[in-house]
């Protein structure tokens, strides 16, 4: 556990023993299933990817224990980090769209009626 003053991880790897890197389960701490849930979609998109799911332990924790498990060799730390690069790039799409068209409107309501 974290003491005071020390930063708690916002992401652990657990991993059982002697099991192989394409089997792990992520805990991402401080988050919900609207991470969850995205992160879970962009991740499986993934051809590599055989599984990927994720749950919640209790609604009183804001944690949650993501699994994911890759076919040929492939780390699951691989479909993880393309996804969250992936989940960030909609996301930054998304917001630069949102304000293009906030602006749009803007400068309509400025323009004088005919």
Do not use: W
Not at 10 to 19: F, R
């Amino acid at each position: 556990m974290a003491g005071e003053g020390e930063k708690k991880p916002v992401l652990e790897m657990v991993q059982a023993d002697g099991a192989d890197e394409g089997c792990v389960t992520f805990v991402l701490h401080d988050e919900d299933h609207t991470l969850g849930n995205s992160l879970r979609y962009m991740i499986m998109k993934t051809v590599d990817t055989d599984f990927c799911g994720y749950t919640i332990t209790h609604p009183s924790e804001s944690k949650i224990n993501f699994r994911i498990q890759t076919r040929g060799g492939l780390p699951a730390t691989e479909p993880l980090r393309r996804g969250l690069n992936e989940l960030s790039d909609v996301c930054k799409h998304v917001l630069n769209t949102f304000q293009a068209r906030v602006n749009e409107f803007k400068e309509r309501q400025e323009q004088p009626m005919e």
